[in-house]
């Protein structure tokens, strides 16, 4: 049933781009709820990336139903890749990203269109964070301290705020002018992981005069596995971390505000890095973790940016004695202890987490 839209006069075609893989369970209420838009000239692009289970057919069957929708199918090359197809094939004046497993509300697009004036580029909103898990729900919304159009100067020094809180990061809570992505080549990079969709935004945003933030939580992040980002070993973890940051190092080295945010980053991003070699999928040898944990602590990238990593806790300090002494056994011996404390002694880890000990025991 098409809704009554509340912006009367605007007639602007909004492409909204979906990259689909394996989503077969949910992938339908992501569809219903961007089709269920009150904001009705819209254009749904449907990207399967070579699902195995029946989500392009899926896809298929909401095309055949529905003229605004169209479904693309490719071989499995990654959600980059499918995100940069449904541009390639985008017709509207506005392009908006939402993941399989996600969906938005009802009133989104109205409302983000509602005050995309002449001048402003971007506008990016709150969200909602469901997170399920053994059957029990837990909701969490995010929303920004302010809302208002911001020229780049201004918006740059709000942009630590908009960091901590996750509403840069992501594309999902944002709406795009086609012609500023399309005009500057600008797309989603390929071959980065866990970290693709901050570099397309801060790419994006380098072309910005004015961005508009909205308070309202207008995107629904449903998480179905909140164990899904580190539920694999990542290979190439490391170097795509330093990637991350060397970039965002550089896009906010201009903000007075920068320099605490840029040292947490640089503090999260590396006890990842060497947690990622101590994760329990992790099939190498110990001798070939142990090279690796050498190529981090030696790396120059870690030994010029030491004096960035923060000491927010004891353990971090130790962390912290031990990159700087270059110790190789220290670094096995903590995260080893701290992976048999978590498989044999759960309760007492959890004691520790509760003691907030430290922000990295996960």
């Given at each position: 049933?098409?809704?009554?839209?509340?912006?009367?006069?605007?007639?602007?075609?909004?492409?909204?781009?979906?990259?689909?893989?394996?989503?077969?369970?949910?992938?339908?209420?992501?569809?219903?709820?961007?089709?269920?838009?009150?904001?009705?000239?819209?254009?749904?692009?449907?990207?399967?990336?070579?699902?195995?289970?029946?989500?392009?057919?899926?896809?298929?069957?909401?095309?055949?139903?529905?003229?605004?929708?169209?479904?693309?199918?490719?071989?499995?090359?990654?959600?980059?890749?499918?995100?940069?197809?449904?541009?390639?094939?985008?017709?509207?004046?506005?392009?908006?990203?939402?993941?399989?497993?996600?969906?938005?509300?009802?009133?989104?697009?109205?409302?983000?269109?509602?005050?995309?004036?002449?001048?402003?580029?971007?506008?990016?909103?709150?969200?909602?964070?469901?997170?399920?898990?053994?059957?029990?729900?837990?909701?969490?919304?995010?929303?920004?301290?302010?809302?208002?159009?911001?020229?780049?100067?201004?918006?740059?020094?709000?942009?630590?705020?908009?960091?901590?809180?996750?509403?840069?990061?992501?594309?999902?809570?944002?709406?795009?002018?086609?012609?500023?992505?399309?005009?500057?080549?600008?797309?989603?990079?390929?071959?980065?992981?866990?970290?693709?969709?901050?570099?397309?935004?801060?790419?994006?945003?380098?072309?910005?005069?004015?961005?508009?933030?909205?308070?309202?939580?207008?995107?629904?992040?449903?998480?179905?596995?909140?164990?899904?980002?580190?539920?694999?070993?990542?290979?190439?973890?490391?170097?795509?971390?330093?990637?991350?940051?060397?970039?965002?190092?550089?896009?906010?080295?201009?903000?007075?505000?920068?320099?605490?945010?840029?040292?947490?980053?640089?503090?999260?991003?590396?006890?990842?890095?060497?947690?990622?070699i101590f994760h329990e999928k992790n099939e190498l040898?110990?001798?070939?973790?142990?090279?690796?944990?050498?190529?981090?602590?030696?790396?120059?990238?870690?030994?010029?940016?030491?004096?960035?990593?923060?000491?927010?806790?004891?353990?971090?300090?130790?962390?912290?004695?031990?990159?700087?002494?270059?110790?190789?056994?220290?670094?096995?011996?903590?995260?080893?202890?701290?992976?048999?404390?978590?498989?044999?002694?759960?309760?007492?880890?959890?004691?520790?987490?509760?003691?907030?000990?430290?922000?990295?025991?996960?």
């Amino acid at each position: 049933m098409e809704r009554n839209s509340e912006n009367k006069e605007c007639n602007n075609l909004v492409s909204v781009i979906v990259p689909v893989y394996n989503a077969e369970k949910y992938i339908s209420y992501c569809i219903d709820s961007i089709l269920a838009q009150t904001y009705n000239n819209i254009e749904l692009i449907l990207v399967n990336d070579g699902s195995k289970d029946n989500s392009g057919l899926i896809c298929d069957i909401y095309a055949s139903q529905d003229r605004r929708v169209k479904a693309i199918h490719q071989k499995n090359s990654g959600p980059s890749v499918a995100r940069n197809k449904g541009i390639k094939n985008s017709n509207g004046d506005f392009l908006q990203f939402v993941d399989a497993d996600d969906k938005i509300d009802h009133f989104m697009i109205d409302r983000l269109l509602s005050v995309y004036k002449n001048d402003i580029d971007l506008v990016l909103c709150g969200y909602q964070s469901l997170i399920k898990f053994n059957q029990k729900n837990s909701k969490k919304t995010i929303v920004p301290s302010y809302e208002g159009c911001y020229s780049f100067s201004i918006f740059m020094e709000l942009f630590p705020s908009l960091f901590k809180n996750n509403l840069i990061n992501s594309p999902g809570n944002k709406l795009y002018d086609s012609t500023i992505i399309k005009g500057n080549d600008i797309g989603f990079p390929i071959g980065v992981h866990n970290g693709e969709d901050l570099l397309f935004n801060i790419e994006y945003l380098r072309h910005c005069k004015n961005i508009y933030i909205k308070k309202e939580p207008l995107y629904y992040y449903i998480d179905n596995n909140p164990f899904s980002l580190t539920k694999n070993y990542k290979s190439g973890f490391f170097e795509n971390r330093k990637v991350v940051y060397n970039e965002l190092n550089k896009f906010i080295m201009h903000s007075s505000k920068s320099y605490k945010m840029i040292e947490e980053v640089y503090t999260n991003y590396l006890l990842q890095s060497l947690a990622n070699i101590f994760h329990e999928k992790n099939e190498l040898t110990l001798k070939s973790k142990r090279n690796e944990i050498n190529k981090v602590i030696r790396d120059e990238w870690v030994r010029d940016n030491l004096e960035r990593f923060k000491q927010r806790t004891y353990q971090e300090k130790v962390v912290k004695f031990l990159l700087r002494c270059q110790s190789t056994l220290g670094i096995i011996l903590y995260f080893g202890t701290k992976k048999f404390l978590r498989k044999h002694f759960k309760g007492f880890y959890n004691f520790i987490k509760r003691l907030n000990l430290s922000t990295h025991l996960r």
